[in-house]
């Protein structure tokens, strides 16, 4: 098996410069993550909040840590001193508690809504018309402390290249659409370790890579 030092530099060779990498390290250790750190990485993203701040607390301040898993609004306030970017928002309640928690931490947060491209009946997000109406309403825009950067999307499971492409460019002509409108809108996070190269090429410009790096993940519970 490869260093994690050697799959960071194969995939930085592989993405282009303007593409924001945000290493997966769920479930990882933190003898994991300083191997990447040292290797110049500063995005990590996390699915579980009480992981993620347990890291927080043992890794160097100056990493930019993104919450990339569904998020239950009683548990944002443990990661409000810090979090940057949270990935999968899906509703107007939890736009208003990771504000209002932004608030009490005096910072802004970072937020892309979760749209619901796959097919599989599991995934959480928002259909576009639900997205649309949340950017356009005045109760979000009157959010001071947060911003929505983007939007966020996972693609179905699947081996069906072609299927993965129609999911991307569902999104990828919904993100186009809507940043003519709203100009705080400039990231678009789609494509994992198995389809990051597709999702390039449908205007991704945050990719979420995690096995690729770390190798494969131990579900032990
Ligand atoms: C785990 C996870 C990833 C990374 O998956 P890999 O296939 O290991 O690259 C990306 N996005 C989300 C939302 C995840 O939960």
């Known amino acids: 098996m490869n260093s994690i030092k050697e799959n960071l530099k194969h995939i930085r060779k592989t993405i282009p410069e303007e593409v924001t990498l945000v290493a997966v390290s769920k479930t990882k250790p933190i003898s994991d993550i300083l191997e ?9 993203g996390e699915n579980k909040i009480q992981e993620m701040t347990n890291k927080w607390e043992e890794m160097p301040k100056d990493i930019s840590w ?14 409000a001193p810090y979090v940057d970017t949270i990935h999968a928002v899906d509703s107007f309640k939890l736009l208003k508690e990771i504000n209002k928690q932004a608030v009490k931490n005096d910072r802004t947060i970072n937020c892309l809504l979760q749209i619901k491209i796959a097919q599989e009946e599991s995934k959480f997000g928002l259909d ?11 109760e979000v825009k009157s959010l001071a402390n947060i911003t929505i950067t983007g939007l966020m999307g996972m693609a179905t499971f699947t081996d069906n290249k072609e299927q993965i492409k129609n999911e991307f460019n569902s999104i990828q002509s919904f993100f ?6 709203h100009s705080t809108l400039k990231t678009l996070s789609i494509g994992m370790s198995g389809d990051y190269q597709l999702a390039i090429e449908h205007g991704s410009t945050m990719v979420r890579i995690g096995s690729s790096i770390f190798g494969a993940r131990n579900y032990s519970h």
Request: no cysteine.
């Open 36 to 44: 990447a750190y040292q290797s110049g990485q500063r995005i990590f």
């Open 66 to 79: 993104h919450m990339i898993g569904h998020v239950q609004t009683n548990k944002v306030k443990f990661m």
């Open 128 to 138: 576009i018309s639900e997205a649309e109406s949340l950017l356009n309403s005045q």
């Open 176 to 181: 186009e659409k809507l940043k003519t409108d």
